[in-house]
């Protein structure tokens, strides 16, 4: 299966030579560093490039919700409850201002859910995993915030505005989740053998699939060139996984823990961590939808939006008669 997903030539960006006189000017700006904005023109691929990556960007952020909200009611404190409630919620912004970027591109919120409940849109595949202990949820802080954080800061410079737009505070949020993470992971450090343990389970459990969230090795990655091209993504998907390592070790050697890698060791020569490969095999075949818990998600954002269907339509019926009374004030005005 992976080697299926080898690049082919469809995944070769075109050079300016070979560009249509309009779509040369608009990568002209891009190249020149310029941004876009959502009513001036822009290639059929690169709107739908962009309408993928956020729509699934914005599904992430809401299926992330699912894994820790299953521990808001088992916080072991009313602090740590606070945070989490406050974390989670934020994730729900996140995903609301993702949805927002993604329409000035021409698609609708309706269609955006309606691809994440068929199962034909994507959401990060780190969110079908489960959170069995608490320490999972100092884990996610930690390292799946930590892999988002490496991810999302350079998609703040991204070219396309909305986008760009919408990441700097997301990224100045993930940092406190971040941050709170590696606080609750550091407080068990500190705690029982039995609490130290549940957060070394907890690492070998989430290291490899936080690995994954940077997508396929670059050699497999089919989108990674033209996005790069055009300065939706700034760095391939290797770069950054290879930088998250080399920023996690030190502070997984600070809590005192072991990271499940034999291969991992420190590279004087290319001044950063070599580490094994992550099983490609496990991560197509969680993103294919038979990853532990991708039913079970998806179940719960189908239940969601079904059991949320009165409160549209009241929505709906609320908006009509307000623009029904509008007009007949307008008549009764003339
Ligand atoms: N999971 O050619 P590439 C968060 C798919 S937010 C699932 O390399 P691309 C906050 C990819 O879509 C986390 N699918 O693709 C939080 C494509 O399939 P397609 C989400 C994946 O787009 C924290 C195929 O594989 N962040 O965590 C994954 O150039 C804690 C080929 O891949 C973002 O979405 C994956 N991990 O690069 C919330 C950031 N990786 O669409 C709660 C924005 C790849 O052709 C708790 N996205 N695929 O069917 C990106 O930066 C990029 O889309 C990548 C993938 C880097 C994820």
Same mark, same amino acid.
Request: with cysteine.
């Given at each position: 299966m992976y080697a299926q997903m080898v690049k082919t030539d469809a995944a070769r960006v075109r050079s300016l030579d070979e560009m249509e006189p309009q779509e040369r000017a608009f990568q002209e700006r891009i190249d020149a560093g310029q941004k876009i904005e959502p009513k001036e023109w822009m290639p059929e691929g690169y709107r739908k490039t962009l309408v993928?990556?956020?729509?699934?960007?914005?599904?992430?952020?809401?299926?992330g919700q699912l894994p820790e909200g299953n521990w808001i009611t088992r916080a072991p404190t009313l602090e740590r409850k606070a945070i989490l409630l406050a974390k989670v919620q934020d994730e729900a912004g996140h995903g609301l201002y993702l949805y927002c970027a993604a329409e000035t591109?021409?698609?609708?919120?309706?269609?955006?859910?309606?691809? &994440?409940?068929?199962?034909?849109? @994507?959401?990060?595949?780190? #969110?079908?995993? !489960?959170?069995?202990?608490?320490?999972?949820?100092?884990?996610?802080?930690?390292?799946?915030?930590?892999?988002?954080?490496?991810?999302?800061?350079?998609?703040?410079?991204?070219?396309?505005?909305?986008?760009?737009?919408?990441?700097?505070r997301i990224c100045k949020e993930e940092s406190f989740h971040q941050r709170q993470g590696y606080d609750a992971l550091m407080r068990m450090v500190k705690g029982t053998p039995a609490q130290k343990a549940m957060v070394q389970d907890a690492l070998n459990r989430w290291w490899w699939p936080?690995?994954?969230?940077?997508?396929?090795?670059?050699?497999?990655?089919?989108?990674?060139?033209?996005?790069?091209?055009?300065?939706?993504?700034?760095?391939?998907?290797?770069?950054?996984?290879?930088?998250?390592?080399?920023?996690?070790?030190?502070?997984?050697?600070?809590?005192?823990?072991?990271?499940?890698?034999?291969? &991992?060791?420190?590279?004087?020569? @290319?001044?950063?961590?070599? #580490?094994?490969? !992550?099983?490609?095999?496990?991560?197509?075949?969680?993103?294919a939808g038979n990853g532990p818990c991708n039913a079970e998600?998806?179940?719960?954002r189908k239940k969601a939006w079904n059991d949320g269907a009165w409160f549209r339509d009241g929505l709906t019926a609320h908006a009509e008669k307000a623009a029904d009374r509008r007009a007949a004030a307008k008549i009764a005005a003339e």
């Open positions: 993928r990556q956020i729509s699934q960007h914005a599904h992430s952020e809401i299926v591109l021409g698609i609708s919120r309706d269609q955006m859910y309606e691809q &994440l409940h068929s199962g034909k849109a @994507k959401y990060s595949s780190i #969110f079908n995993y !489960p959170t069995l202990t608490w320490a999972d949820i100092g884990a996610i802080g930690w390292l799946v915030d930590g892999a988002a954080i490496m991810n999302q800061v350079p998609l703040q410079r991204c070219s396309y505005g909305p986008y760009a737009r919408a990441m700097v936080s690995l994954m969230m940077f997508g396929p090795s670059d050699d497999a990655s089919v989108h990674s060139a033209q996005s790069m091209a055009w300065k939706i993504k700034q760095n391939s998907n290797d770069e950054l996984r290879q930088k998250f390592v080399d920023q996690t070790v030190p502070q997984a050697k600070y809590l005192g823990l072991t990271i499940p890698d034999p291969d &991992l060791k420190w590279n004087e020569e @290319k001044g950063g961590h070599d #580490f094994g490969e !992550p099983d490609w095999e496990e991560f197509f075949n969680v993103i998600r998806l179940d719960a």
